[in-house]
Every structure is written in C-alpha cells, then in structure tokens.
C-alpha cells in the first residue's frame, strides 16, 4: 500500500448506529486530519493530531470521536449520527503540522449516507 | 475574520488557456495552495505560493499577490483529463488551512 488510505470507501448507516472510519499513511507523516466534505461547501477541518497529540478540534460535535493510536493509523468514530452529516469525509497527513506548511496528502474518502 | 472565495464553475474548450481566480481576507497569511480534485477522488497537491509572483509548472501556473489578497491557477492547453474542481486554500496564522468552496472546471471538445 502506498499514500493514504481509507476504509470502508462507502458507509451507510441508521441514526441509532455505531461504526468507525480508519485512515492508513505509509509516507512517514507526523500529522493526520480529518475533513468533512459538503456538496460545494469548502472542505472543513474536523480534528489534527500532530505527532499523536490532538492540536485541533473545531467545534466538532461530540458524536464525532477521533482516535490516534500512532502515527500511521487515524480512526474517526461514529455514533448517533443526524442525516446532515452525511458527506465525504477525508482524511489527509502531512510531514508536520505548526510552524511551516507542508503538503497534505489525502485518502480516497469514505462516502457517508446516514439514514 | 477570514474569508477566501473562488468560482463556482467555469467552462472552456479543449485546447484553450483558462484562469480560476481566488480572493481571500485573513489578518494572518502563511502562503497559497491549489489542489485538483476529480469527482470521486482525493484533492492533489498542485501549487503553493507564498511570495509574490508567478510559478510556473508545466501547462499548470499559479500567481499570487499579497497585498491585494488574490491568487490565480492558469492552465494552458487545456485537456479534457482537466475537468475536475479545483480548491484554494490559505494558511493561517495558526498554519491551518482555510479553504474555498472549488470551482467545477468543464472542459467541452
């Protein structure tokens, strides 16, 4: 496997579900994060972990529950979810976060329906 | 506050020269990105300005002026693998990125 992977590419779930996201990088990143992607909305930034410490977390609500176990490996879990999150939902690393800017590379995305 | 906005769509034919232009507002700048995202795809890395001027990369340019809080990605010779939406983003002071919305680049023969 290469770059930045993401399972499963396509998700539906009920409002009463719990399931969980997995993002994979094989490029040695110290980041990862998690976007949300709306039809012609801007990408918006759910959480970053830098180094496996979460830096950000932008008023995400709380049944969005992020995981870092290392820096390869990034979870996004799910539970009680509404029908307006469905959306794409990215995940992308980076060589660092804070103090310079570097390259995000992204995953495929998981296709989120919830019903 | 910050804001960055960018076309919702644009057309042009094979062949020809296009320019997505973006603006943005932020009180602290850390350099301009442009991705290409197919539909059903990952956005990729295209181009990233952080002084003045123009960079050119094969068929593909980016153009930034700061002072005027203005981007643009030119693309020449257009091919119909072009058509896809292409973001911009800024950083901000806090080295995130703010992202505009894409525009839907359509390339007709």
């Known amino acids: 496997e290469t770059g930045v992977t993401q399972t499963p590419r396509h998700l539906v779930m009920g409002m009463t579900n719990k399931k969980s996201l997995k993002c994979e990088q094989h490029?040695?990143?110290?980041?990862m994060y998690w976007y949300k992607q709306s039809a012609k909305k801007p990408l918006e930034l759910m959480f970053v972990y830098s180094l496996e410490e979460r830096v950000e977390n932008n008023s995400v609500p709380s049944r969005f529950s992020p995981e870092c176990p290392n820096s390869s490996h990034l979870f996004l879990h799910l539970h009680t979810l509404q029908p307006e999150d469905s959306a794409l939902y990215l995940c992308?690393?980076?060589?660092?976060?804070?103090?310079?800017?570097?390259?995000?590379?992204f995953g495929p995305g998981t296709r989120l329906t919830v019903l | 506050g910050q804001n960055i906005d960018q076309p919702t769509e644009m057309t042009a034919t094979e062949g020809a020269i296009v320019q997505i232009n973006c603006t943005y507002q932020t009180s602290g700048f850390n350099g301009l990105f442009w991705y290409q995202q197919h539909a059903g795809e990952a956005p990729t890395f295209l181009s990233y300005?952080?002084l003045d001027g123009l960079e050119e990369k094969g068929r593909f340019s980016s153009f930034l002026s700061r002072s005027k809080g203005y981007s643009y990605l030119l693309l020449k010779e257009l091919q119909m693998k072009d058509s896809a939406s292409y973001l911009c983003?800024?950083?901000?002071?806090?080295?995130?990125?703010?992202w505009g919305a894409g525009t839907k680049l359509i390339i007709k023969p």
């Open positions: 992308a690393s980076s060589a660092t976060s804070g103090e310079t800017y570097n390259e995000q590379f």
């Open positions: 300005n952080v």
């Open positions: 983003a800024f950083g901000d002071s806090n080295y995130q990125l703010i």
């Open positions: 490029l040695g990143h110290n980041a």
